[in-house]
Structure formats: C-alpha cells, structure tokens
C-alpha cells in the first residue's frame, strides 16, 4: 500500500492498526524528525574561544542537544568534554532543566563504567557541561565494522549491565540507551554517557514534573521499549533492559531486531542459547524480561562460560554412521562365481535428530536447517508432518520420534510461509508457499500429484473439507480459493477481504468455512452454498483459526495477545476472552474437544479449558515464538513448532500435570456482551461464575 503521507510503498502489516502510514512517518510523528530543524544549528558551528575557565581546543562531536568540544581548564589544566547546549534550546522553556538535570544525575554516579561529571554552569546565556574526556570510539563505531563475536561482545555487554544496574540501584534510569551513547576506551573499558533523558525514580520535583507532564515520548526510535511509545504510562529499569537487549542482538548481529526479526543465531554463527535471552530481553510485556541487569549480565555470561554439551545420543549416531559408511564402502559383491564386481547401490543415510522421552514429556526434534514453519499429524498413521524454512517437508514417527523420510517442497527459495495439511485418509498432504503455488502430493511415493496456480500472492493457510473432495487456500491477494482436489480445478474464489488472508479453516461437520485476515476480520461461509453467513473477529490481525469438534466454537488467535472463543450457536456469535499474554500465533483443538492448546510469541505453549476458559498449564521448552500446533487424532500427542529450528511432541500421558503453573500469573476468561447487560448468559459461560456486574467492569477496563 502507498503512504499517505511520503508516498512510499510498503506491506502493511500491522493489520490496519497504523492507519495507513508507512513505519518511518510514525515513528517520525512519535519521536519527531530524525535531522534537527535547521534553525537549532544558529550560533554553534564556530565555537567560542573560550568559556569561563575552559579553552575551547577542537570539536569531538554533535549530539542532539548540543555539541561537545575538546577543551582544557586552565586553573587545572586538566583537559575535558565540554558539552555546550544548542542556543536555539536553551531558549526553549524546558530544556535548559533538562540540561542541569543530566549534569546533577552524572554528578551524582560515581562508577567506573560512567561518564564522569566536573563541572555544570552557564556562562553568558550558554549552557555547558564539563565532562570526563574519553579516548576511544563509540560502540557504533565499533558495531559499523561488523558484528562482533561472543568472545568481544559478552565483555563489553557485561559492563554495560555493571552500569547500569548501579544506576538503577540509585534510582536513575537512562532510557536512551544505545551504541552512540556507549564509549569504549583503548583498553576495553565501557563508559555510559548522555543521561539527558534519565529519570529519578520516585522524583517528585518541580523539575521532573514539568519534564514529563508534556506526555514526551523520549528516547531513541529503534532502542525504545514500547511503554514508552505509550503516553501516560510509567517507565522503570526494565526500559533499560528492553534496550540492553536490543544492543545485544545489534552487536552479535550487526542488524537491528526489525519487525518479526529472526533469532540472533540465524544471523550470525553463534550458541542458539543466546536467542532465549535476547527474545527474552525484547519481551513487549515488561513483567516477562530480566528481572535486573544483573540478572541478565550473569545470564549471559554463564552462558558464555558454559559451551554448549552434546548429547551422547548425537556422539553414538555419528559413531554407527561412521562405521556404517565405512563398512559400506568396503563391501563389493561377485556375481556368477565370476570376478567381475558389481559395486552395491550409494544409499544416503540420515540420523534422526531426536532426544529421548524426557519426564517433563516431551521429546524434541531437531531435523531442520531453519525456523519450523508447520505440524500437521496424518489421520490414519502414527507419521507427523513438519515444513521448514530449509523448505523441506519431514516425516516422523509419531510414537518413537525417528525421522522416516523427507523431500523438497519447494522447487526454489521462496519467502513466507509453508503450510501444511493432510487429506483426510492421510494418502496426500498439500503443501502451500511464498510463490502462490498449492501443491497436492502422493505421501508414499514423496511425489507431486496436483500443482494449483491462481493465487497472485503468497499463500499463508490451506484446509482440506472433511470430506476431502474441497482445498481451501488463504493468500496475502486477499482472497481465499476453493480447489477440486481430484482435478486441481478452481470451484471458487471467496473475496471481498481488504488485507491479506492469513488463516483459513473447515468446520468438522462440513458447514463452515472460516478465514481470518491481516485487520482483524473473520468471516464465515456456509461451504455448500459459499454464502456469507456471519462476521466476527480482532481488533488486530488473526494469526489462526480452529473449530471445535463438534463445530460449535471457533477460537481465533490474534495479535491482540488473546484467544476468542466464538459460540455459533448464537446469532451473531459470541466470544469468551482468554489472555494468552503473548501474539497468539497458533491454536488447535484436542480431538475429544476438552482442550485447547495456544502458542504465541513468547515461546510458551498454553492449554485451555474450552468450557471453563480455565488455564490448565503452560508447556516450555521453545526458545523462540511457536508458530504452529496440532494434535494427533488419538489425542495423545500434541506437536508444537517454533522458529527456534525445532518441533516438540508432547505426550499427554507422560507429561506430568501443572508443571509449570507456578511460573505464571494465572489468565482468565471474560463474557465480552454485545447487548445491553441483564440478558441470560448461555449456558456455556454460566460456569465461568463471574457476576454479570462484574463483567461489566472488566469490559470498562479492557480486560
């Protein structure tokens, strides 16, 4: 789409929620214009000779309040930084109390791996700050060079975390912390400066007031945590931390975590283990990052310290592999009693990539070269189904986890997803992806039956009928298709969505076909007729749909951070809110339909009562967002897959209950009424037992 306002193409993909800007405008209108106004710049390009008792020398650099200059006291001779204030903000009402306050905060930090403060004043109207002077460069200078490997970056980082958790032990927070404001001497140490933006916790001046009463945002575009995007909202350390994180992926990256940006080790050659800290660092949520920036410098540093441990699972296969190779290469068979030899067929062997049943019940596979994009389980076998960003489709047992067989699904890189579904039988699995393509494919013999071309734009979501006679295909072309599976004909093209369609799914009774889109939107048709017959959805775009077993729930996962359970049996249907915590990403119903299981950004799988809305238990063991969910048909198995590379096979049976309910603050489910209060709950939700009065007030609140 074209921005309003520079004109400028881009993909929306915020499901309207921008309103139709381009990022770079918004951000522009959050945080102002990234070049100061030409009419800052009066009176500092010629710098005096001097300033009270320092001798201007050179300039060392502009910031974005002023300009610092090399310069010497001469009283002392001690040669300094001195920071002189732009006059053209100095005449600005706020800002010269901005200026003394950094200079009171620097003042007040004593830490080795602090800028020094010497002296504060103003001299004929010009403000000026005398700091400590610091031979070296900035950590921009040094990230511009290339990323840097753990070796240099854990050291570095770990001063930065020693600063700044001294800062925040004495109350201060930085809240602009990025490369520019890091120095690094010759010898390696790090030096925090620039604490303009810095705020006193628990400061009640009448100069922390009128700094912040203006609804400010301050800060620098990419390193801001979003509560500081938010007006009105309190900002503590853990501001710090989000940025802390974001230099983090910076460093060992050279690229800035952009949008939905990969894990740090699919951008660099380093342990994956650092992708669970950083993602974790870059948490939307502040309650869900490091508690303290010592906490997060011990985290990484043990880590650092602790290389990664192969399993003697991996060691024992690469042994037999080995031995297998080398006593196939020896082998040569004689034919006839001749001497003619005829030389055995070369066959390829892999090693399945799995670790054993673990007692937490889950077992892991590890056969990928990239994100897991999609899980799907084979109605009549024990075989699952995985696609990756290697563009590969994997087939596993089920039961034991050992892969049985793999093939390309994708003829040539293509971006976007690789979905995934069985027919019903499991004889045939379609395959969907970035070039538009649906393709149908005969599981046994790993061959291509049906190719389907139609759609102008990637294909984010396919769904078979339950009688298998029917594809469906959800494209970011904003519309969905329907296929004949035995001619690869299209019956019908389902439109009218102004954003992307991302999720697409049947009812098991065959009646419904449902679709989510990029703003929000879900739409429903009756399959036989393909007649609209109800609208519901998200204020913000749905990521997954899912009906219950016997057709009469649709759950909708949203980048809202939240599940809606949809009761269509009502007209129009009605929801029941439950608070995933993260982008909900992925959603499947248990075969019984007594569970529902949610995966989302933060890595976590969570499992739900349908009935209740009841929080059963958050699964871990994903490093990176689950993308994808699935349970086998028997129900005992639930297959979840993240971009962390891997896939994980739940056993219900083994996996100890409520395991990790202690480790998260408890969710719950809200009626959200569309009529005016005093109607009848169904009877569905009267188990939730939650006064009609009070949902009222969790309505008010936003619950």
């Known amino acids: 789409m074209d921005c309003p306002k520079c004109g400028q193409q881009w993909p929306d993909l915020s499901g309207g929620a921008l309103q139709g800007g381009c990022p770079s405008c918004l951000l522009e209108f959050a945080f102002g214009p990234s070049a100061p106004p030409s009419d800052l710049d009066d009176g500092l390009d010629v710098p005096p000779a001097r300033l009270g008792p320092y001798h201007i020398l050179g300039t060392l650099g502009r910031g974005g309040m002023g300009v610092v200059y090399l310069a010497r006291h001469e009283g002392l001779d001690r040669t300094v930084a001195l920071k002189l204030l732009n006059p053209a903000i100095a005449r600005q009402k706020s800002f010269p109390e901005r200026f003394q306050r950094e200079g009171q905060v620097l003042a007040a930090l004593a830490h080795p791996n602090i800028v020094g403060v010497y002296d504060l004043g103003c001299e004929a109207g010009t403000y ?7 031979v070296g460069q900035t950590l921009r200078q040094i990230i511009d060079a290339g990323p840097l490997p753990p070796a240099r970056a854990v050291p570095l980082f770990a001063q930065l975390c020693e600063a700044l958790q001294y800062a925040h032990d004495h109350g201060v927070v930085h809240r602009d912390i990025k490369p520019e404001n890091v120095l690094v001497e010759d010898s390696g140490r790090v030096k925090i400066g620039d604490f303009g933006v810095a705020k006193l916790i628990g400061d009640g001046s009448s100069v922390q007031s009128s700094l912040t009463q203006s609804g400010a945002v301050v800060g620098t575009r990419c390193y801001t945590a979003p509560e500081q995007l938010e007006r009105g909202k309190s900002v503590d350390h853990r501001a ?72 003697w699972t991996t060691l024992l296969a690469g042994s037999i592999l080995i031995a297998i190779l080398c006593a196939v290469g020896a082998v040569v068979f004689r034919q006839g009693g001749t001497d003619e030899p005829v030389v055995t067929q070369r066959v390829e062997i892999t090693v399945p990539q799995v670790t054993a049943l673990e007692n ?8 990928h070269k990239g994100k897991v994009l999609a899980v799907a389980f084979d109605p009549a076998r024990p075989l699952l189904a995985t696609s990756g960003e290697d563009r590969k489709v994997r087939l596993w047992d089920s039961r034991t986890g050992v892969e049985s067989g793999a093939f390309d699904a994708i003829p040539r890189p293509e971006a976007g997803n690789l979905p995934l579904a069985f027919a019903p039988g499991g004889r045939r699995l379609a395959t969907a992806s970035g070039d538009g393509i649906v393709r149908i494919w005969e599981v046994a013999r790993r061959k291509e039956s049906l190719t389907m071309r139609g759609h102008g734009r990637e294909v984010a979501s396919i769904a078979f009928s339950p009688d298998g006679n029917t594809l469906a295909s959800a494209s970011h072309d904003r519309t969905v298709r329907l296929w004949d599976t035995q001619t690869g004909k299209p019956r019908h093209t389902l439109d009218g969505f102004a954003d992307p369609v991302l999720a697409v799914a049947y009812s098991p009774d065959g009646n419904r076909l449902a679709a989510g889109a990029m703003n929000g939107g879900v739409k429903l048709w009756d399959a036989k007729t393909n007649e609209e017959v109800a609208k519901c959805g998200h204020a913000r775009r749905v990521y997954a749909l899912a009906f219950s077993p016997n057709s009469e729930l649709l759950a909708t996962g949203s980048h809202e951070r939240n599940i809606k359970l949809w009761d269509l049996t009502m007209v129009p249907p009605r929801p029941t809110l439950l608070v995933h915590g993260a982008e909900v990403w992925a959603v499947a119903f248990s075969p019984e339909g007594d569970v529902l299981a949610s995966g989302g950004h933060d890595g976590i799988v969570r499992l739900w009562d349908p009935g209740t809305g009841k929080l059963l238990d958050s699964l871990t063991g994903h490093s990176a967002p689950v993308v994808t969910l699935a349970f086998s048909p028997d129900g005992r198995y639930l297959a979840s897959g993240s971009w962390d590379q891997t896939a994980i096979v739940w056993d219900r049976k083994s996996m100890p209950r409520g395991q990790n309910r202690d480790l998260y603050p408890p969710s719950f489910a809200v009626l959200l009424p569309q009529e005016p209060l005093g109607v009848r709950l169904p009877h569905r939700f009267q188990r939730l037992g939650i006064p009609i009065d009070r949902l009222a007030e969790a309505v008010a609140d936003g619950a």
């Not at 490091?290 to 192969?310: D, G, N, Y």
């Open 128 to 134: 000026f700050l005398a700091m400590e002077r610091v």
């Open 360 to 367: 937490t019940g889950r077992r892991i596979l590890s056969g």
């Open 240 to 311: 710090d931390l989000f940025a802390l994180g974001v230099v983090l992926y910076e460093m060992l990256t050279g690229e800035l975590p952009l949008g939905i940006f990969p894990p740090p080790s699919r951008k660099a050659a380093i342990d994956p283990r650092f992708d669970a800290m950083v993602l974790r660092a870059l948490a939307k949520e502040r309650d869900q990052r490091p508690a303290s920036a010592r906490e997060f410098k011990e985290q990484v540093q043990r880590l650092q310290a602790t290389p990664a441990r192969r399993r």
